[in-house]
């Protein structure tokens, strides 16, 4: 059983097309945190959110924590092909797990 | 900064076999974490270190797993007797403090394929 349900679980776009991903969850977070995983590589984090509500920008991509600490959001405008990638979310409950992620290919 | 250092990158290796995992994490992080990664069932913690000291191994399939941090400088998975159904990509990580207000450093995995 996923603590954290991320959705879609594929989403496959045109370049210059924006995209939200979800992380969803009945617990309550202290911390939240979004990593991307490329083909062979391990996942590398892009951003760590802590307050309710707060959004946080990282060029094309915003992230928003949810006012209640159990969800998240992940918004990319204008994707390009260097945005693929699988996309996790990881909340702080005490342990480090993660969701199953959201698999994105933008092509050109 | 060398980053979390696994090997072997890839292992092929037949049912019943024992294999052995290797990481070196960051120089200084704390923390050491073991991860699972299949298509089926995402990332999985297997189980966590702090200072050398095993934390949580409730992730830990069965008995046939193993984890030990003999040192600061490296850990080891041990799967044995390995099964075909154990075939994933094994990943270690570390970080400096607890929680995910530090982040977690990846090392790049090993694709353990059992036949």
């Known amino acids: 059983t996923q603590l954290l349900e991320q959705s879609p679980q594929f989403l496959s776009i045109q370049e210059g097309e924006n995209l939200t991903v979800y992380c969803n969850s009945s617990?309550?977070?202290?911390?939240l945190q979004w990593y991307r995983q490329e083909p062979g590589e391990g996942p590398v984090l892009l951003v760590t959110?802590?307050?309710?509500?707060e959004v946080k920008k990282l060029k094309r991509l915003t992230f928003q924590f949810g006012d209640a600490r159990k969800d998240s959001s992940l918004h990319i405008t204008a994707a390009q092909p260097g945005d693929t990638g699988l996309y996790l979310c990881a909340g702080d409950n005490n342990d480090m797990r993660f969701g199953a992620g959201t698999r994105l290919t933008v092509k050109p | 900064d060398a980053g979390v250092i696994q090997s072997p990158r890839h292992e092929v290796t037949e049912m019943g076999q024992e294999v052995t995992l290797r990481c070196k994490p960051i120089?200084?992080?704390?923390?050491l974490f073991w991860y699972r990664q299949t298509m089926m069932r995402g990332l999985e913690l297997l189980i966590y270190?702090?200072?050398?000291?095993?934390?949580?191994d409730s992730g830990m399939p069965e008995d046939r797993f193993s984890a030990k941090m003999p040192n600061a400088s490296f850990s080891t998975l041990k799967i044995q007797p390995s099964e075909p159904r154990d075939s994933a990509v094994y990943f270690c990580?570390?970080?400096?403090?607890?929680?995910?207000?530090?982040?977690?450093?990846f090392g790049n995995g090993t694709r353990l394929t059992v036949t």
């Open positions: 120089s200084g992080h704390d923390y």
């Open positions: 617990s309550v977070f202290s911390s």
């Open positions: 959110v802590v307050t309710g509500g």
């Open positions: 270190f702090n200072n050398n000291v095993p934390i949580d």
């Open positions: 990580a570390s970080s400096l403090g607890q929680g995910l207000v530090s982040p977690l450093h």
